[in-house]
C-alpha cells in the first residue's frame, strides 16, 4: 500500500504559538524536550484511512468556485484536520471525534434580531435546499485544499432571524462540553472558541453553512453538524459544531484574537502581501493528495484566497495590513 509523506518542517513553524507554548509546558513536565519527537503533530502521520461512508445527502445545484481545480481527496479532507477540541494532531480529529454526538442538537440564536430562541437541528435545516460548493480553503499554516462542501448559504439561514439595524456583526460558538470534546479539558484556548464576521461578511452569497461533503453527511471531525466556510478568510474563521448564533453591535473578541492577537486578527483575510509572524503567506502547500504524497506542489497564493473580484469591495478602503 503507498504511504503518504508528510513533510515535517518544525513544530514551531506549522502549530499557532499558543499550542506549541502548551505542548512544551507539558513535555517539561514529563520529562523534558527529548520527547519531541514524540509529539502527535510533530511525528509521521501514517496514511489517512477514511471514516465509512456517511449518509448520502441530495443536492439541488453544483457549483465549482474554483474553475477545475484538483479536489482534495475525501480520506485527506477527514483525515487532516485543525479541530482542537479533540486534540492538536492533525490526525486527532479523525481519530477521537467519534465521541461528538451530533444528533440531537441544537441551535440558540440570540442579540440584535427580532426572531430569537432556540431551534432543534431539524428545524434548522427543514426550509433550506441542499447545494455543493466547490471551495478552497487555506489554513494560515500555509496548506490548502479544494473540497465540495454541502450546505446551503448562510445568508439564507441569518434572514430568517430578522436581524435588527443595529445589527453590525454576527459571532458563532462551538459546542462547550469537554465530555463530547475532550480536548476541551486542555487550556489551550479559552472555550468554548468563538468566530465572528462583519454583517456583511456573514450576508455574503459566498458565506456558507456546510452541512456535508463528498455527498455525505459531514464527518464529525470536520464540524458536524453545522459549520461555517468562508473560503476567502484562513480556515479558522470556519468555526465548527455551531451551537449558537449571535447578532451584535459592537465587535466581539474572538478566539484566536484574545489568545494571540499579534498573530491572529478578526478579519483573517488570505493575503499573501501581509506574513504571519511566523509564517510567509506568499505561497501554499495544496493538499490534492496523489498516490504517494499528500503535499502536491506549492503555489502561489492569491489574495483573499483567489475570490477578490466577489468579495474585494467589502474592504474597500480599509487598510488591510492594519487590519489583517
Not at 62 to 68: L, S
Not at 169 to 179: G, I, K, R
Not at 230 to 241: A, Q, T
Request: with cysteine.
Amino acid at each position: 500500500m503507498p504511504r503518504h509523506r508528510f513533510p515535517q518542517p518544525p513544530a514551531s513553524e506549522i502549530t499557532p504559538e499558543p499550542v506549541w507554548r502548551e505542548r512544551r509546558r507539558l513535555l517539561a513536565a514529563f520529562g523534558g524536550l527529548a520527547a519531541l519527537p514524540l509529539l502527535a503533530a510533530c511525528r509521521e502521520p501514517g496514511p489517512a484511512a477514511a471514516p465509512p461512508a456517511g449518509e448520502p445527502l441530495s443536492i439541488i445545484r453544483r457549483t465549482d468556485t474554483t474553475g477545475g481545480e484538483d479536489m482534495t481527496r475525501f480520506a485527506d479532507v477527514t483525515g487532516y484536520n485543525n479541530f482542537y477540541e479533540f486534540g492538536t494532531g492533525k490526525d486527532d480529529p479523525a481519530r477521537y471525534a467519534h465521541t461528538l454526538r451530533p444528533r440531537p442538537w441544537s441551535l440558540e440564536v440570540a442579540g440584535a434580531a427580532e426572531r430569537t430562541g432556540r431551534l432543534d437541528l431539524e428545524d434548522v435545516l427543514a426550509p433550506h435546499p441542499l447545494e455543493e460548493r466547490v471551495y478552497r480553503l487555506r489554513c494560515v499554516e500555509g496548506w490548502s485544499m479544494v473540497i465540495p462542501w454541502i450546505g446551503f448559504p448562510l445568508a439564507d439561514l441569518l434572514k430568517r432571524f430578522e436581524p435588527a439595524s443595529q445589527a453590525r456583526y454576527v459571532a458563532f460558538h462551538t459546542l462547550l462540553d469537554p465530555e463530547r470534546m475532550p480536548g476541551q479539558r486542555r487550556r489551550i484556548l479559552d472555550w468554548p472558541y468563538v468566530e465572528a464576521l462583519t454583517i456583511e461578511e456573514a450576508m455574503h452569497p459566498l458565506s456558507f453553512i456546510a452541512t456535508g461533503l463528498y455527498g455525505q453527511v459531514l464527518p464529525n471531525q470536520n464540524g458536524a453538524p453545522l459549520r461555517l466556510v468562508v473560503p476567502w478568510k484562513y480556515g479558522f474563521k470556519s468555526i465548527k459544531s455551531i451551537v449558537r448564533i449571535e447578532f451584535l453591535a459592537d465587535r466581539p473578541l474572538t478566539s484566536w484574537e484574545r489568545s494571540a492577537p499579534h498573530e491572529y486578527g478578526f478579519y483573517a483575510n488570505v493575503n499573501p502581501q501581509v506574513d504571519h509572524p511566523r509564517w510567509s503567506q506568499r505561497s501554499e502547500r495544496r493538499i490534492a493528495g496523489s498516490s504517494t504524497s499528500v503535499f502536491a506542489r506549492r503555489i502561489p497564493t492569491l489574495l483573499f484566497n483567489g475570490y477578490a473580484e466577489q468579495v474585494g469591495h467589502l474592504y474597500a478602503g480599509l487598510d488591510l495590513r492594519r487590519n489583517y
